[in-house]
């Protein structure tokens, strides 16, 4: 087998970061295959939102590196200024990111807020970008609905909006940032159910989740994160069903 063919869609390697002198994350390493979702368990404050945004380079660590496919930034070395900026915006391209709120843009209808960072961003032309976003908006099951505004939308369909919103963007990777915690609990399904469905369509994503039932469902690998290291990561059979840390133990006894 070539080299290629083991490169990782997401590697990360000795990522560190503080805040003054919080150490948030503590030398994590994690490779995600192509195609594959990596779920993120670990309790607040364990980490979770800061490595995320570690991935697409929102949050600058001191160390380590971050590589998705063929854009690696290591983040000890990277240049000042100018130089250093164009690094991390490379690596933010890479990825899309869905938050637990879906900031969508409330004067602009649903179709909109899909089209407008593909065509302001990166410059793509309109046209084309309409038509993506259309089938985009179907995938998630809002088809008809690009010409409403978001107020007019339940929690739920607005998180969908936020997920075909991040696709638009062609990102090669797909992270989520608890989309559901801010949900009521009757609108949770329908936004995990387009996570599953991207997920089995073959799309790399990351997703920081409680929805154990959801985790178990969804994940080619599990990480549990404490105190901004890796302590458990293996399978959900492995992680969640047998895990090996007494920590991991006590967080899913916690929250199951
Ligand atoms: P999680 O998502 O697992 O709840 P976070 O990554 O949000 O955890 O936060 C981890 C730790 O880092 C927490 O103690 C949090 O208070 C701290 N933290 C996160 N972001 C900042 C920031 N911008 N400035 C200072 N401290 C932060
Ligand atoms: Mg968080």
New binding site residues.
Partial sequence: MTETEHTPRIRVRGLEKSFGDRHVLRGIDFDSPAGTSTVVLGASGSG??TLLRSLNALEVPERGVVAIDDVEVDFAGLATGRAGRRETERLRGQSGMVFQAHNLFPHRTVLENVVEGPVVAQRRPREEVVAEARALLDQVGLGDRGDTYPFQLSGGQQQRVGIARALALRPKVVLF??PTSALDPELVGEVLAVIKDLASQGWTTVI?THEIRFARQVADQVLFLDEGVIVEKGTSDEVIDDPREDRTRRFLSRIL
Avoid: T
Wanted: glycine share 0%.
């Fill in positions: 979770k939102s940032d608890e920081v």
